[in-house]
């Protein structure tokens, strides 16, 4: 473990300085898309004005506002572009130079990609967790943080990462076959939001569809760790979650060494 | 007759610049599907989310769902048609101008703002338009609205005006590079503002329903002019506003863009 830390420290590092450089950049990117938590607060604010009753489906008011920005802050820190990083390096054939060192290429990534989350992590996670703690303490009249949700919430969220970071690369494998990917991945983004739960709560789909998509690995992404924060899993629950999600991470580092092994194979770097 | 030839010109320029940019799609055409296919299915599943919270409540702060749908289509035209025309402008702040690969478009005989939107045509914006059409047409049954020349007139002056303003706050926000070499992130912030104009601004607090009218004025996209539609209103202020709005931001797109123009450095190499 130890020789693993000092072997992959450098690389992030070198995702803390390139985070560094575009630090403006987020700031501009992530103003843009809290906007549209904004809306979603509105929105729901009128949902329950019009609707009369206390509570949407399970949720009360205080529920639904921590999950819109709750489940923001989820996957902009379980955020990975991984499968952008390992199609373009299969595009431009810069694969090649990792290939010939004696690193873990998938170990190179993630200990970048940590180096670059430090970002999110400082700008966005204060500003958000107080936020919503300081929304539910004046809508409330008490204060309600719990300790033990909050600890379990970050274990999920550092598993939600994991995960997501090893689906994407597994994902961005699909360019050793296909050589294209924006589209594919634009719609990759589209269609997993969905199923994690970042539109609405899984809570809120027709009974058998929810029953399905709890146990897709999407949940874990976002939807898992969001239901812990606010509380709405019992205890049984969250461990069975916690295993889902580990059993999803297991799933993915394997299935990720599989195409790995059989893809370096058929690697063609086209010009040099 | 001057004007007029000077217009046929622009008119040959720009299907020989699309005719161009389609040969250079059909190289992609996997990636154009599917990126019409993304946007297609990510405007569908906001609509699923709305038929959710419209299960379980009457009405949203008095407007019916099939309303909600009209002013949900009505927003998505005037930002495909601008999407559609001037996705370039993105690639301005993006890079083309910090990279100093603006150069080029100087040495063109033709107006610089003319050469960079005509290179690109966004057929992505296929998807948008779409949807946008098939909400309208759904809708259109079960609101109130009275079909009859004058409206259709109002209609297609909104949807102009409409597009001006996303044109305009794009310009803007873009031509700031020519200063600071490089913008996408502001303009991408303004932008977002957008995605308000879709409901109600009935549903917001005071602050953010002026801001969304008065500053930033994306409701006059789509929340004033469909609602005029829909639910009666003053022509003069619903539809009257967003063609000053449109004027107003073109013209101060176009001017802040001619000074960025003359402000602009060149990349060293």
């Not at chain 2, 001006?164 to 926000?173: D, E, N, S």
Request: with cysteine; hydrophobic share 55%.
């Amino acid at each position: 473990m130890r020789k693993i830390l000092k072997i992959y420290k450098p690389f992030t590092h070198a995702g803390v300085l390139l985070a560094a450089q575009y630090r403006i950049n987020f700031i501009f990117f992530i103003l843009g898309d809290i906007l549209m938590c904004f809306i979603n607060y509105f929105l729901w604010k009128a949902v329950f004005n019009s609707g009369g009753a206390e509570t949407f489906m399970g949720f009360s008011e205080v529920d639904m506002v921590s999950y819109i920005f709750i489940s923001f802050l989820t996957s902009t820190l379980a955020y990975s572009d991984g499968s952008y990083a390992v199609g373009e390096e299969i595009r431009d054939g810069s694969i090649a130079m990792r290939m010939i060192k004696p690193i873990r290429f998938d170990l190179a990534f993630l200990f970048q990609e940590l180096g670059e989350r430090t970002m999110s992590l400082t700008l966005a996670f204060v500003p958000l967790v107080a936020g919503v703690e300081l929304f539910k303490f004046f809508a409330t009249g008490s204060f309600r943080f719990s300790i033990i949700n909050f600890v379990l919430y970050l274990v999920s969220l550092i598993l939600a990462y994991l995960i997501n970071f090893y689906f994407n690369v597994c994902y961005g494998y699909s360019a050793f076959v296909l050589k294209n990917l924006w589209g594919s991945n634009f719609l990759k983004d589209c269609i997993v939001g969905f199923l994690a739960g970042r539109t609405i709560p899984l809570a809120f789909m027709p009974p058998a569809v929810g029953a399905v998509l709890n146990f897709l690995p999407f949940a874990s992404l976002t939807y898992t760790p969001v239901m812990i924060y606010i509380g709405m899993y019992s205890p049984a629950q969250i461990a069975l979650s916690f295993a889902l999600q580990i059993f999803w991470l297991v799933f993915f580092i394997a299935l990720q060494q599989i195409i790995w092994n059989a893809c370096v194979k058929r690697l063609s770097v086209q010009g040099g | 007759m001057k004007i007029l030839k000077k217009l046929r010109r622009v008119f040959r320029l720009h299907r020989i610049f699309i005719k161009q940019d389609l040969k250079r799609l059909m190289e992609y055409k996997i990636d154009f599907v599917t990126g019409a296919v993304a946007l297609l299915i990510a405007q569908g599943i906001n609509v699923f989310f709305l038929s959710i919270i419209f299960s379980q409540i009457p009405n949203l702060d008095g407007w019916a769902f099939e309303q909600i749908i009209f002013i949900y289509g009505f927003a998505l035209l005037p930002k495909a048609i601008d999407h559609l025309f001037t996705d370039n402008l993105w690639a301005i702040g993006h890079f083309i101008i910090r990279k100093g690969d603006f150069d080029k478009y100087l040495t063109r005989p033709i107006n610089t703002l003319f050469a960079v939107t005509v290179e690109k045509f966004q057929v992505d914006a296929f998807g948008e338009l779409i949807v946008g059409i098939l909400l309208l047409s759904v809708s259109v049954p079960s609101v109130n609205l009275s079909i009859n020349p004058l409206n259709i007139l109002l209609f297609v002056i909104a949807l102009v005006f409409a597009t001006l303003i996303y044109t305009g706050i794009k310009l803007i926000t873009s031509s700031v590079a020519f200063w600071t070499k490089r913008s996408g992130n502001i303009t991408y912030m303004f932008y977002m503002v957008n995605e308000f104009s879709k409901y109600p601004t009935t549903i917001y607090n005071r602050a953010v329903r002026a801001v969304v009218s008065y500053i930033i004025p994306f409701a006059f996209t789509a929340f004033f002019p469909a609602s005029y539609f829909i639910a009666g209103g003053n022509p003069w202020f619903n539809i009257g506003g967003t063609v000053i709005a449109g004027s107003v931001l073109m013209a101060l797109g176009i001017l802040v863009w001619h000074k960025g123009v003359s402000a602009y450095e060149s990349a060293g190499s």
